[in-house]
C-alpha cells in the first residue's frame, strides 16, 4: 500500500487492513512468504505511525503537582525554605536562575475564581482556582519552555498551541489550534501527595544538554511532551514537540490551583472586624519582587513585560474586586447561580510584579472619585484618570487626606516630567494586613492603613507627614518603575531611588510650609551614610540572582543613596538639565526597561546642549557616576589649608567607621563658601553648584581659596550636604565654623569621631551649641541620632550618668521654648520636634517630664470608656504611654495591651500602644510580647512584628532580652518565618544592634556559627549586625575613655571610672 502525500489523508488513516493466511504448525515455528513478510513490515511501521499521531493528539500531562514540593493543596508555613534534600541540588548557577530567552510572553489572558468564605468545588475554602492563556513569541528554536511557579497546583491539561502563522506579527484569537495532550505525570505521587524521593540530577543534566531536535513527523502542531518543577529554581518546564520555531507565536494554556494563604506575599488572606465584631475575610496581592510566580504561573522577571487581560470572579451581590485597569464588563458565570465574572480592561505593557487584584466584601468602599477636582486648570495634563481610595468602611473617612493630595501630587508629576499619568483610573487600596509601606502596582497602588489613613483624631503629625511622602513615593513610581522599568533587579535603585528622590519634590508640592527639602538629609542621605559606611554594605548597582538576594538589596543603599545621588547630579547638572534628560529617558524607553547606563546616556546628551551644565570637560554622565553606583561606600574629603597662601590641599579615601584603608576614588563635585562669600546674594543660588572637581584623583590643590593670612576665616565644603560624602577639616578650621547647616555639619563631625578620623573633643564641642536655643526640628534630628549611638555604647557604664545629665542640660533650652502643651500658631517643625524632645527627656528620666506623663496616663486610666475618651494629645501619647509603662509595672501594661486590642479600627493609635508594651523594664512582660508576636494568628498582626522587634535595640533589657529569645528558639523562629524577606532581617536587627560589650560580641560570634546557613534572606543582615556589634566594641576600647574625660569635664559630677 502506498501512502499519500497529503497531510490530510495520511491523519484520515485509523487502520490498516490486510488478510493474513499464516499457517501454524503444530510442531512449532512460523513460515511467510517474501512478498508477505514485506507487508507485515510496511503493516508494522504503518502502526507505528498511527500510534505516533494518536499519541501526539491524546498527549497531556495528566495531574502534575509541580512535585508536591514546590505545590501543595494543603497549606505549608508562612515561609518553607526550599533548601534541598540532599546535596543532589545544593549548587545552581546564576544563569541556570534566570529564565532562557528563547520564548517571550507579549499576552496573558487570566482567569481566577477565588473562595474566601464560600467552598471551592472540593469544599475547602481559602482557595482558588486558575488558568492562565499566555501568548508567546519564539526567538530561537526550542523544545523546552520554563515559566515560573511556585506552590501552585498545576493541572492536568497543559496545551500549546500555534497563535500566527510564520513572521506575522498578529496573534489570532481565531488562528489558535490547540490540542490536548495525555502525557502521564513523570511524577510518581503517593495517595497522600507527597512526592517519593528521587534524584533529579541525572534527568536534569541530560535536559540541559539534550540538543534541540524532534521526532515528530514533519508539519504537525506541538504538543507537550513532558512537565518537570525545577523546584529550587521556582520553576516549571514544559517539553514540546515539535520544536517551537522562531518567528512563530504559540499560546501556552495552563489550569491551577492556589491557597490564599497567611503570609504577606502572593495572593493571601487578610482580614479585620465590622462593626458587629464579625470577622471579615479579603483577598489583596503582593508581587514585588519575586512572587507574582506563587499567583499564577507566568515569565516573573522584570524585563518581560506583557499585557495583561484579567478576570475575576466573585460573589455578585455581597463583594467587590479590583485590579489594575476599570472593568470592562461584568457578566453571570454560567452554572454558577449568584456569581458573577469581573472582566477588566488590557493593561498596557508591565512587569509581572506590578500585577494587583484584590477580592474584598462590599464594604470595602471608596472615597468620592477627586481625579478632576483637584486638577491644576493650566496643567498640560489634558487627561483626568479617575482617582479614588478604598478603605473598610469604618475607615473610609480618614482616606479624605489621601485623596485630596493625591491627584495634585499625579498632576504635579506629570508636568515635572512632560507626559501626563497613562492610564484611565488610580485606585489606592488600604490592606489590613500589608508587609511593605506600600506597593506602587500599576493602576492599583496598595499601602499599609497607617500609610494611608489620617484619623486627625488619632494619628499625630509625624503620621500625617508619613502619609503624604509615601502617596508621593508611590505615584512617582507610575513614571519611575512601571513606565520605565529596570531591566533587572540589579538596577533596582532606579526605581526606588528615582521615587525616593521625586517624593520629596511631591510632598514639597502640596505641604510647601513643611520644608521637605530640608528634611531630605535627615530623612534619607544621613540614614544611607549609616549603613553604607559598614565593609558589609553593597554598591547601589549590585549583581543580584536569587530571590534571597534580590529581597536583601531592598535597603537604604537602593532607596536612600540612590536618592542622593540623584539630587547630587541634580545640583551638579542643573535641575533644568536634570528634568529635561529624564523626560528624554521616560520617552524614549517608555513600556520598556532599561539600565542605568541608557540613563546617563540621555543625561550626556542633554548636557551637550545645555550652558548651565558643571560637568568637567570631555567626561560622561557615565564616567562620573559609574565611580558612584558600581563601587561600595563612599568618601571623605579631607581639607587641609595653608593659611598662610590662602590656599588647601583636597584629598579623597573611603570613609569607613573601622577607618580601614582603601585606594577607591570617586568623581567628586566639590562645592564650597567661604566666610567673606556667605553674604554675597548675587551667587546664593549657585552655591550648591561645583566649582571644581576632585577626578578620580586622590589629591589636589585648591589656589586662592581665600586671602592670605586668614586665619581667623572659616571655609564651608559641600555646601548644604549636596554631595554624598562627608567633609573633615583641619582642627583650626573645625574650631572656627559657625553653626551653619547644622545637620551636616553635627552629623559630619561625630561620624569623623566614631571612626577614630576626628578628635571626640572636637566633635563634641560643636553639639554644645543645641544647648544655646536651637529650636529646629532637622539639626535635631541629626543630632538625636548620634546621641543614639552614645547613649548604646555608654548605657553599661559608669560614664551614662554623666551622659544624662549633659543631655538634659542640653534639652533645657529647647524645652522652655517648646512647652509640654501645642499651641494654635505653631508650625508643623515645631509639632514635630515636640515629641521627640520630651521622648528623650523620658528617656534620660527627667522627673519633670516623668511625673507629667504618669500623671495624663493615670487621669487615662480613670476613663469610664478609654478607647473613645483619651485626655492625652495625640502628637504626645507615644512618650506618654512608654513612660507609664517603663515606671509602671503589670497594671499599667496590662491597660495598655486592652486598649491596643481594642484599637482595630484606628492603626494609627493602635501602632502607638504596640510600641509601648516594649517599655516594660520587667523582663517577664518582654518575653511575653515576643511570644505574642510569633504567635500564628495570634493578636499582633504578622505585619506588625517586623517593627516591634525593631523597637527591641531601643533599650538596653529588651535588646538582650530578646537575644536571648533568638538565641533559644531560633530554629523554631527560622522554620517558621525562614522564608520572610523582612522579617527575619527585623528579628535579627532588634536583637543584636542593642548589644555593645565583648561578652555580647562573644555570644552572638558563637550564635552566627552554630546557625550558618538559618538566616536565608536575612544573609546580609545578620553579617551587617555582627560588623555592627564589633564596631561598638573597637569604639569602646579606642574612645571611650576620651568620651567619659569630655563628659565629666562638661557636667561634673563624680569621677569617672575609666572602661
Known amino acids: 500500500m502506498t501512502t499519500s502525500g497529503s497531510r490530510a489523508e495520511f491523519l484520515a488513516v485509523d487502520a490498516l487492513g490486510s488478510t493474513s493466511d499464516i499457517k501454524y504448525d503444530r510442531t512449532g515455528g512460523w513460515f511467510v512468504s517474501t512478498r508477505r513478510a514485506l507487508l507485515l513490515g510496511l503493516l508494522a511501521i504503518a502502526s507505528m505511525v498511527l500510534v505516533g499521531v494518536l499519541v ?116 489570532s484569537e481565531t488562528a489558535v489550534r490547540t490540542l490536548a495532550n495525555t502525557t502521564p505525570n513523570p511524577i510518581t505521587t503517593t495517595p497522600g501527595g507527597l512526592r517519593r524521593k528521587r534524584s533529579l540530577t541525572r534527568n536534569h543534566h541530560r535536559r540541559r544538554q539534550r540538543t534541540v531536535t524532534s521526532t515528530a513527523p514533519p508539519g504537525l502542531p506541538p504538543r507537550v511532551t513532558g512537565c518537570v518543577p525545577e523546584v529550587r529554581k521556582e520553576m516549571y518546564v514544559i517539553s514540546v514537540e515539535p520544536s517551537l520555531e522562531p518567528g512563530l507565536t504559540y499560546t501556552l494554556d495552563i489550569p491551577f490551583k492556589g491557597l490564599l494563604k497567611e503570609s504577606l506575599y502572593g495572593f493571601y488572606r487578610s482580614s479585620y472586624k465590622d462593626e458587629n465584631d464579625t470577622k471579615i475575610w479579603m483577598a489583596p496581592t503582593q508581587f514585588e519582587p519575586t512572587h507574582a510566580r506563587e499567583a499564577f504561573p507566568c515569565f516573573d522577571e522584570p524585563a518581560m513585560k506583557a499585557r495583561f487581560e484579567i478576570s475575576i470572579a466573585r460573589r455578585r451581590d455581597d463583594m467587590i474586586t479590583l485590579s489594575n485597569m476599570p472593568v470592562r464588563v461584568t457578566e453571570p458565570i454560567e452554572g454558577q447561580p449568584g456569581r458573577v465574572w469581573d472582566h477588566y480592561e488590557i493593561t498596557p505593557k508591565m512587569s509581572t510584579y506590578l500585577v494587583a487584584f484584590i477580592v474584598a466584601r462590599s464594604d470595602f468602599i471608596p472615597t468620592n472619585d477627586t481625579g478632576a477636582t483637584y486638577l491644576n486648570p493650566r496643567s498640560r495634563n489634558t487627561t483626568v484618570p479617575e482617582f479614588r481610595v478604598y478603605a473598610r468602611r469604618q475607615l473610609i473617612q480618614t482616606a479624605q487626606y489621601a485623596s485630596s493630595i493625591g491627584p495634585r501630587v499625579l498632576d ?11 492610564l484611565p483610573k488610580l485606585h489606592m487600596a488600604a490592606i489590613p494586613d500589608f508587609s511593605l509601606g506600600a506597593m ?140 529635561k534628560g529624564l523626560t528624554r529617558y521616560l520617552n524614549k524607553w517608555k513600556y520598556s526597561n532599561a539600565e542605568e547606563n541608557d540613563l546617563w546616556q540621555v543625561l550626556t546628551e542633554e548636557t551637550l546642549v545645555s550652558r548651565e551644565s558643571s560637568l568637567p570637560d570631555n567626561v560622561t554622565v557615565r564616567q ?50 567661604t566666610q567673606n562669600e556667605m553674604n554675597d546674594a548675587a551667587n546664593s543660588s549657585r552655591r550648591t553648584f561645583p566649582r571644581i572637581w576632585l577626578k578620580k584623583e586622590p589629591t589636589t590643590e585648591v589656589h586662592d581659596l581665600t586671602k592670605n593670612n586668614s586665619y581667623d576665616t572659616w571655609v ?39 571612626a577614630g578620623i576626628l578628635g571626640y573633643d572636637v566633635a563634641l564641642n560643636m553639639t554644645q551649641y543645641l544647648a544655646t536655643g536651637e529650636n529646629h526640628y532637622v539639626p535635631w534630628t541629626a543630632a538625636f541620632e548620634n546621641f ?231 544573609e546580609r543582615k545578620i553579617e551587617q549586625e555582627l560588623e555592627g556589634l564589633e564596631l561598638r566594641v573597637g569604639w569602646h576600647n579606642r574612645s571611650y575613655g576620651t568620651v567619659a574625660s569630655w563628659l565629666q569635664d562638661h557636667q561634673g559630677g563624680q569621677k569617672v571610672k575609666r572602661e
Open 56 to 171: 501526539h493528539y491524546l498527549d497531556t500531562c495528566r495531574g502534575l503537582r509541580t512535585g508536591t514540593e514546590l505545590i501543595s493543596v494543603t497549606e505549608a508555613s508562612v515561609a518553607t525554605p526550599n533548601t534541598p534534600k540532599d546535596g543532589a541540588e545544593s549548587s545552581i548557577s546564576a544563569a541556570e536562575l534566570r529564565l532562557p530567552k528563547d520564548v517571550t510572553p507579549s499576552h496573558y489572558r487570566l482567569r481566577l475564581e477565588p473562595y474566601l468564605e464560600d467552598a471551592d468545588p472540593d469544599g475547602k475554602n481559602f482557595t482558588y482556582n486558575g488558568h492562565v492563556s499566555i501568548t508567546i513569541q519564539c526567538h530561537r528554536t526550542t523544545n523546552r519552555v520554563s515559566i515560573h511557579a511556585k506552590n501552585l497546583d498545576i493541572g492536568k491539561d497543559v496545551k500549546v498551541a500555534v497563535a500566527a502563522p510564520r513572521n506575522s506579527g498578529a496573534t
Open 412 to 422: 504635579f508629576y506629570g508636568e515635572y516630567f512632560g507626559m501626563p499619568y497613562p
Open 440 to 579: 506602587e502596582n500599576w493602576g492599583l497602588l496598595t499601602y499599609r492603613e497607617t500609610n494611608l489613613l489620617f484619623d486627625s483624631k488619632s494619628s499625630s503629625m509625624s503620621s500625617k507627614e508619613g502619609v503624604a511622602i509615601v502617596v508621593a513615593h508611590e505615584l512617582a513610581h507610575q513614571w519611575f518603575g512601571n513606565l520605565v522599568t529596570m531591566k533587572w533587579w540589579n538596577d533596582l535603585w532606579l526605581n526606588e531611588g528615582f521615587a525616593t528622590y521625586m517624593e520629596y519634590l511631591g510632598s514639597d508640592h502640596v505641604e510647601p510650609s513643611w520644608a521637605m527639602i530640608d528634611k531630605f538629609l535627615v530623612y534619607e542621605q544621613q540614614p544611607a551614610m549609616a549603613l553604607d559606611g559598614l565593609r558589609s554594605t553593597h554598591p547601589v548597582s549590585t549583581t543580584v540572582d536569587n530571590p534571597s538576594q534580590i529581597s536583601e538589596i531592598f535597603d537604604y543603599v537602593s532607596y536612600s543613596k540612590g536618592a542622593s545621588l540623584i539630587r547630587m547630579l541634580n545640583n551638579s547638572l542643573t535641575e533644568e538639565v536634570l528634568r
Open 624 to 673: 562620573v557616576m559609574d565611580t558612584w553606583t558600581l563601587q561600595d561606600g563612599y568618601p571623605v574629603l579631607s581639607v587641609t589649608r595653608d593659611y598662610d597662601d590662602g590656599s588647601a590641599n583636597l584629598s579623597q579615601t573611603r570613609f569607613t567607621l573601622d577607618n580601614s584603608s582603601s585606594d577607591t576614588t570617586w568623581y567628586i563635585p566639590v562645592s564650597y563658601v
Open 716 to 754: 564651608l565644603f559641600n555646601i548644604y550636604a549636596t554631595g554624598y560624602y562627608r567633609v573633615n577639616y583641619d582642627t583650626r578650621n573645625w574650631g572656627l565654623l559657625p553653626a551653619v547647616t547644622r545637620a551636616q555639619l553635627l552629623d559630619d563631625a561625630l561620624n569623623l569621631a566614631r
Open 788 to 1018: 543614639k549611638f552614645l547613649d548604646l555604647v555608654l548605657r553599661q557604664t559608669t560614664a551614662y550618668g554623666c551622659f544624662q545629665k549633659y543631655i538634659l542640660k542640653t534639652l533645657a533650652a529647647v524645652t522652655e521654648s517648646l512647652g509640654f502643651e501645642a499651641t494654635t500658631t505653631e508650625t508643623q517643625l515645631q509639632s514635630l520636634l515636640r515629641p521627640d524632645i520630651l521622648a528623650w527627656l523620658s528617656k534620660m528620666d527627667d522627673p519633670e517630664v516623668v511625673r507629667w506623663a504618669k500623671n495624663l496616663f493615670q487621669l487615662w486610666t480613670t476613663s469610664s470608656k478609654p478607647d473613645t475618651e483619651n485626655p492625652v494629645r495625640v502628637d504626645v501619647r507615644g512618650v506618654v504611654y512608654c513612660t507609664a509603662v517603663k515606671t509602671g509595672g503589670t497594671q499599667e501594661w496590662d491597660f495598655v495591651l486592652k486598649r491596643y486590642l481594642a484599637a482595630a479600627n484606628r492603626p494609627s493609635e493602635s501602632d502607638v500602644l504596640l510600641m509601648s508594651l516594649a517599655c516594660s523594664r520587667q523582663e517577664w512582660l518582654i518575653v511575653t510580647l515576643l511570644e505574642k508576636s510569633l504567635e500564628s494568628g495570634g493578636e499582633i498582626r504578622l505585619q506588625d512584628v517586623s517593627r516591634l522587634w525593631d523597637n527591641m535595640a531601643s533599650r538596653d533589657l529588651t535588646s538582650r532580652v530578646a537575644f536571648r529569645y533568638i538565641q533559644n528558639k531560633w530554629s523554631s523562629i527560622f522554620e517558621k518565618y525562614g522564608k520572610d524577606e523582612y522579617l527575619m532581617g527585623d528579628i535579627l536587627h532588634g536583637a543584636i544592634s542593642g548589644l555593645s560589650t565583648e561578652f555580647d560580641l562573644t555570644y552572638v560570634r558563637e550564635f552566627y556559627r552554630a546557625n550558618k546557613g538559618k538566616f536565608s534572606f536575612a
